[in-house]
T-cell receptor, first 114, second 113 residues
Framework: EDKVVQSPLSLVVHEGDTVTLNCSYEVTNFRSLLWYKQEKKAPTFLFMLTSSGIEKKSGRLSSILDKKELSSILNITATQTGDSAIYLCAVVMNYGGSQGNLIFGKGTKLSVKP | DVKVTQSSRYLVKRTGEKVFLECVQDMDHENMFWYRQDPGLGLRLIYFSYDVKMKEKGDIPEGYSVSREKKERFSLILESASTNQTSMYLC????????????FGPGTRLTVL
């Protein structure tokens, strides 16, 4: 069965800390991996990763994919209270099967304390 | 910018009522999706559509149906709402089968009493 597992499920840190969120997957016909940030409403897109070892970076956020280990990490440096959110990892597969083409992990809830 | 809108942010319905949730995207996207999001379960795909009048079942289609009569609009229908359908419903769209990023609407929080 195709699945995406995120860890930890929740995390509490203080402002200025660096955090690493993990996403591992077991899917058929992997195509890409997506990271989303969800605050109070809709998930907003952060990164799409398709190639191993190539870091994507946006400000204090960065992410990298390891196809050999079937995993990805999302790093946030110098965390701020505005980073508090649920971070969702999703894996895109080629079409076929009941999941459509995208499976979400359950998310990591990050809380950043002042 | 891609814009995905949903007809209601909050809805309260009674058991047995027929419920329509509407989603509209303005970027000529081919693919549209309906998810529900529940604590501890994450996002689960209900139905998706890759073309007008085409639909495919997702993980949890039971108790739901969909309609896509126009490319920009994808409706989720609860024929007879039940309390276990109380949830956050999220609509998403993506450009085509060859693009992976899905853009989400703001969500509809449905409560069934």
């Amino acid at each position: 069965e195709d699945k995406v597992v995120q860890s930890p499920l929740s995390l509490v840190v203080h402002e200025g800390d660096t955090v690493t969120l993990n996403c591992s997957y077991e899917v058929t016909n992997f195509r890409s991996l997506l990271w989303y940030k969800q605050e109070k409403k809709a998930p907003t897109f952060l990164f799409m990763l398709t190639s191993s070892g190539i870091e994507k970076k946006s400000g204090r956020l960065s992410s990298i994919l390891d196809k050999k280990e079937l995993s990805s990490i999302l790093n946030i440096t110098a965390t701020q209270t505005g980073d508090s959110a649920i971070y969702l990892c999703a894996v895109v597969m080629n079409y076929g099967g009941s999941q459509g083409n995208l499976i979400f992990g359950k998310g990591t809830k990050l809380s950043v304390k002042p | 910018d891609v814009k995905v809108t949903q007809s209601s942010r909050y809805l309260v319905k009674r058991t047995g009522e027929k419920v329509f949730l509407e989603c509209v995207q303005d970027m000529d996207h081919e693919n549209m999706f309906w998810y529900r999001q529940d604590p501890g379960l994450g996002l689960r795909l209900i139905y998706f559509s890759y073309d007008v009048k085409m639909k495919e079942k997702g993980d949890i289609p039971e108790g739901y149906s969909v309609s896509r009569e126009k490319k920009e609009r994808f409706s989720l229908i609860l024929e007879s709402a039940s309390t276990n359908q109380t949830s956050m419903y999220l609509c998403a769209s993506s450009l085509s089968s060859y693009t992976d990023t899905q853009y989400f609407g703001p969500g509809t929080r449905l409560t069934v009493l």
